[in-house]
């Protein structure tokens, strides 16, 4: 049972860590400058993705 535990408080610790390193070591994004998460009828063009790329007909 120790085991378990032991592991599951390790693996819990290296996360934290990690999100705590991450977030150190990185800017603070700017809310007003991100792009829409949907943009559902907003009227703006998809963009940035093969994807999203339209067929060109010559």
């Known amino acids: 049972m120790a085991t378990r535990r032991t592991t599951a ?6 996360l934290l860590a ?3 390193w991450d ?3 990185s800017e ?3 809310i007003y400058q991100a792009p829409p998460l ?4 907003s009227g703006q063009a998809a963009s940035g ?3 999203s790329a339209l067929p060109s007909h010559h």
């Open 9 to 14: 408080s390790v693996t819990i610790a290296a």
């Open 18 to 20: 990690l999100v705590a």
């Open 38 to 41: 949907l943009a559902l009828g």
């Open 23 to 25: 977030l150190a070591a």
């Open 28 to 30: 603070p994004p700017n």
């Open 49 to 51: 993705a093969h994807c």
